[in-house]
């Protein structure tokens, strides 16, 4: 009943969001990207105080990012980067509450969750290795030595893999994993996409 009520995580929508994102123009779009942020946020609250510290962290970017968006009028993240350099590289980099910096952070844990899904589709049952294993090969290089700590306790309390599909809001397990298999692309397009952009402007180690 609890899975059933508004506000509940589906990753249908979250795969619609993500869906959503990228224009005929390979433009990434700011609102259904966010959205796409929220859903997953509201799942990860779901799972318990545990996962609070990433939750608070992540809320705070998007939120800061919506912020960004209003005033700005950003629609695309193309524009964002284009506007915040207008002011030259070096202004950019001294922002500490930039879009750009921002987006970044999001877009390195966009690609732990690209590798996480691929891990759970896979069929391999052990979630806290498969979580592991994708920050290790994505976010930990960014994180100091006491985030990495944290998170790493963290992902012990993970759900077991059974429980995923079923909080995936989709029917049964087979079909929660070929909706991971249509989710997946559409993430990787998303992130492929921004990997190319902020490579391009230097902009992938903004502090
Ligand atoms: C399901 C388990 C979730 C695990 C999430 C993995 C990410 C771990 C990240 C640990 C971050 C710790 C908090 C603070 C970090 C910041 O220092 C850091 C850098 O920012 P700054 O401003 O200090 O330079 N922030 C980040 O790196 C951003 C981290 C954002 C993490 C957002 C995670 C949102 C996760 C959603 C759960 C999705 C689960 C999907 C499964 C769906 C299938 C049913």
């Known amino acids: 009943m609890a899975a059933a009520a508004a506000g509940a995580f589906s ?6 969001a993500f869906r959503r ?4 123009q390979r433009e990434v779009l700011l609102e259904p990207y966010l959205s796409g942020w929220r859903g997953l946020i509201r799942f990860l609250q779901s799972l318990g105080t545990v996962f609070s510290f990433i939750s608070k962290d992540a809320v705070a ?3 800061l990012l919506e912020g960004h968006c209003q005033r700005q009028r950003f629609v695309s993240l193309q524009s964002m980067v284009e506007q ?3 002011a030259g590289p070096a202004a950019l ?4 509450d930039s879009g750009c910096r921002t987006v970044l952070r999001l877009h390195r844990a966009l690609r732990w969750l690209q590798l996480f899904l691929e891990g759970l589709r896979s069929g391999d049952p052990r979630t806290s290795v498969l979580c592991t294993d994708a920050y290790d090969a994505s976010l930990a290089a960014h994180h ?3 985030v990495r700590k944290a998170a790493r306790l963290a992902f012990c309390a993970l759900p077991s893999r059974e429980a995923f599909l079923e909080v995936m809001n989709v029917g049964p397990p087979e079909e929660a994993v070929a909706m991971l298999g249509e989710a997946i692309p559409y993430i990787g397009d998303v992130y492929g996409i921004t990997q ?8 992938l180690d903004l502090p």
């Open 61 to 63: 970017k998007v939120t």
């Open 11 to 16: 990753l249908r929508e979250v795969l619609d």
């Open 93 to 96: 980099r001294a922002r500490p």
């Open 21 to 24: 994102c990228v224009t005929e």
């Open 84 to 86: 915040e350099l207008a």
């Open 196 to 203: 190319e952009l902020f490579e391009r402007h230097k902009l």
């Open 144 to 146: 100091p030595w006491v």
